[in-house]
């Protein structure tokens, strides 16, 4: 973030965001864990909080509208936490594709580019959380570009498939890791049938997922990164900043086979 | 009343509305003028294939009223034309109208087709949607009324060139190409005709504007493909005067497609992102195409979606039951994704008669997209004074009584102008709204409340 001239302060004694926006109307108490995080934003003096994570982003986004726009849950909640300061909903809380696009800007993130990643297919893959519901969604809902326009400004070919929203089973991977390995195998085959020859997400869970595609099926070793790993190496930022330690054996493979990395 | 009551009708719009109001305006022995912008009339029934539920050809049964509007002597057809302005009262109104230039001098045209079969500039055809390709001087379809070209400016190698040299553009200049002129057997190609202003001065006028369908943009999770086609490009595939000469083929391969999935309510009942209201004529011609691509191909399987089929017109439910008895299959269900995967369209949807997930790898999919008013109607109204709903369709003067009358005294509605509605519909109120223009001619001078300015 450095690179682009952002300055991103980690959120003191932040706490898992619940993963899951609860639907039920009454089941407030999931509600808590995330509105706790925005609390501590609140603390901090800012307005402003930054998720790298999708669900993390739609749990928090979706919990503060209950604080902005429901008094009734707001009361209950707030006196629940009597520990806690009060709370309506006063953070704002933006994805990291946001920020890129709207703080940073594609040309700005264009200007920084040292190698650009010619000759690279991307698909751009969004999952589902950063679209839906649509009042949180930071892109259009059905044809979202602001991945795609993040990969072509450091040089890669964006690749634009049907599957680019499809849900990738998601929390399913505790419990029913078929659900998971069927919809992800689904996902990288129609990546791969529009030309991808990488996959690009915004989302740590997304990228879990789509690793669980069983070794020896199709697609199994396609590698997936999260997109800030492709920005960092076109800016040409060391391992550190890369980290292609954290990716698959057969995605560091691919870099090298690539010319990418050495 | 001091103005001179004119005992004239100008009808705007000649689809089958207009003709209808024109026609039976004429016959009752007055003066009308029919103005249409395009260069034929016919509107968009003339693009059919078979019309519900009888399943008569529009061409058919069409074309003589089309032509007896060129030979009717109480009728001026003003095609190639638009109304600019208007001004006056009832019985009195001032209408300005552009004959927009057609390059060609229709007194001089005999109408021999030799330009429209050499002019060497393929442009896609309107009346084909697209699927087809016209010349730059054409008539639009051979049954045109009238059957004389005009010249796509925007189009023609030569009004590009003399427009190139004039502006002294850098570049490739576009050939001086001239060949309809030289063909011409009559001289008949005016390259300096220009638009013209023709003043008129009229004491009634129908508004007959008609329809266009919602562009598929608004749907995005419907993929944009060649194989996914509205309703009126299908109609132009099964018809036997359509770009295919009638085969039911796939426009991306020229394969016939074994498995057809028909969306209903593409944006119709969704107001969120499309209309609030029903397109009312969806359903019927969803069974109609879906019938007839069962007859085109007796082995391949239609799909029809729906949210409940609306059938309320004579002989309509029966219609639909005869489509379900001769295997179309209808899921009561929406599609929520339409997208390609190598030969296949992948159509997900829902049956929720049997709360099952649907998914159809089709080869074909029509979208019976929204009606919404026709392109350019809101301005035409708001020149005229007329109100429009929030939708932009006709408010009625009242939605009972005086469901002709606009709320401007003098200036009447048919057809899909007033909102959706099936071709007898149209019809009935073209024939309806001049009734209304006849019996306010029957009057001696028109009255107090009629005297209110446009």
């Known amino acids: ?262 | 009343m001091s103005a001179e009551f004119v005992k004239k009708a100008l009808v705007i719009g000649g689809g089958i509305a207009g003709i209808q109001a024109a026609l039976d305006i004429a016959d009752g022995g007055y003066q009308v003028i029919l103005v249409e912008r395009s260069p034929s009339i016919g509107g968009h029934m003339i693009q059919y294939a078979e019309v519900f539920p009888t399943l008569d050809c529009p061409q058919c049964i069409m074309t003589p009223k089309m032509v007896e509007i060129a030979q009717h002597p109480n009728v001026t057809l003003m095609t190639h034309a638009e109304v600019r302005s208007v001004s006056g009262t009832a019985g009195n109104f001032e209408v300005e109208i552009v004959q927009k230039a057609r390059k060609v001098d229709h007194k001089k045209c005999n109408g021999c087709g030799t330009c429209w079969q050499k002019c060497p500039e393929k442009v896609p055809s309107e009346y084909n949607e697209g699927m087809a390709k016209r010349t730059a001087v054409y008539i639009p379809f051979p049954q045109a009324v009238p059957a004389k070209p005009v010249i796509d400016q925007p189009h023609c190698r030569y009004i590009r060139y003399r427009q190139f040299m004039a502006e002294k553009r850098a570049g490739k200049k576009p050939p001086e190409c001239r060949i309809c002129e030289k063909l011409c057997p009559v001289g008949a190609i005016d390259w300096e005709q220009p638009d013209e202003i023709v003043r008129e001065k009229v004491g009634a006028i129908v508004l007959a504007t008609g329809f266009d369908l919602m562009p598929f943009s608004r749907i995005p999770e419907y993929a944009e493909d060649p194989d996914v086609l509205n309703g009126i490009q299908f109609e132009r595939l099964l018809s036997p005067g359509g770009p295919t000469a009638g085969a039911v083929i796939r426009p991306s391969d020229g394969k016939t497609p074994k498995e057809v999935v028909f969306v209903a309510c593409c944006g119709s009942r969704d107001p969120e992102r499309g209309v609030p209201y029903c397109s009312r004529v969806c359903c019927m011609y969803l069974a109609k195409q879906a019938l007839l691509y069962k007859h085109a191909v007796p082995d391949g399987q239609a799909y029809v979606f729906y949210i409940d089929t609306r059938s309320t017109g004579k002989g309509y439910e029966e219609f639909i039951q005869r489509a379900v008895g001769e295997g179309v299959l209808y899921l009561r269900g929406k599609v929520s994704r339409i997208f390609r995967e190598g030969d296949k369209l992948r159509v997900y949807g829902a049956d929720t008669l049997s709360g099952k997930r649907v998914e159809i790898a089709a080869d074909l999919v029509v979208l019976g997209m929204a009606i919404v008013p026709s392109d350019g109607a809101g301005e035409l109204f708001r020149k005229l004074g007329v109100i429009a709903d929030e939708n932009g369709f006709v408010t009625e003067s009242h939605p009972k009584f005086h469901p002709l009358e606009t709320k401007v005294p003098g200036i009447f509605v048919a057809g899909m102008a007033q909102g959706p509605k099936d071709i007898p519909d149209a019809v009935a109120q073209g024939s309806g709204a001049a009734g209304r223009v006849l019996a306010f001619f029957a009057q001696g001078a028109p009255s107090e409340k009629q005297a209110v300015p446009v």
């Open chain 1, 1 to 262: 973030m450095a690179a682009l001239d952002i300055n991103l302060v980690e959120l003191p004694r932040w706490n898992c965001c619940g993963t899951v926006y609860s639907l039920a109307e009454d089941d407030l108490i999931h509600h808590v864990a995330a509105v706790r995080n925005l609390i501590r934003v609140k603390q901090q003096g800012k307005n402003k909080v930054v998720t790298l994570c999708a669900f993390c982003y739609n749990t928090l986004k979706r919990a503060n509208l209950v604080m902005k726009d429901s008094p009734d849950k707001r009361f209950a909640i707030n006196s629940f936490m009597d520990e806690e300061p009060d709370y309506a909903g006063e953070v704002e809380t933006v994805h990291l594709l946001q920020v890129m696009r709207d703080d940073v800007g594609l040309e700005k993130i264009a200007a920084r580019v040292k190698k650009p990643l010619k000759d690279i297919k991307v698909a751009a893959y969004y999952g589902c959380t950063l679209l839906r519901p649509q009042v949180v969604a930071i892109d259009s809902v059905e044809r979202p570009l602001v991945l795609q326009d993040v990969l072509r400004a450091v040089g890669a070919t964006a690749v634009e498939f049907p599957f680019a929203t499809e849900c990738c089973g998601a929390y399913q991977v505790v419990n029913n890791r078929d659900i998971v390995s069927e919809r992800t195998a689904a996902i990288l085959d129609s990546a791969a049938k529009n030309g991808a020859e990488a996959v690009a997400v915004s989302c740590p869970l997304c990228e879990y997922n789509l690793r669980q595609v069983p070794a020896g099926t199709d697609h199994a070793g396609m590698p997936i990164f999260y997109f800030t790993q492709l920005m960092a190496l076109a800016f040409g930022l060391g391992p550190e900043a890369c980290a292609f330690e954290e990716n698959s054996p057969q995605t560091r493979a691919w870099l090298k086979s690539k010319g990418l990395t050495s």
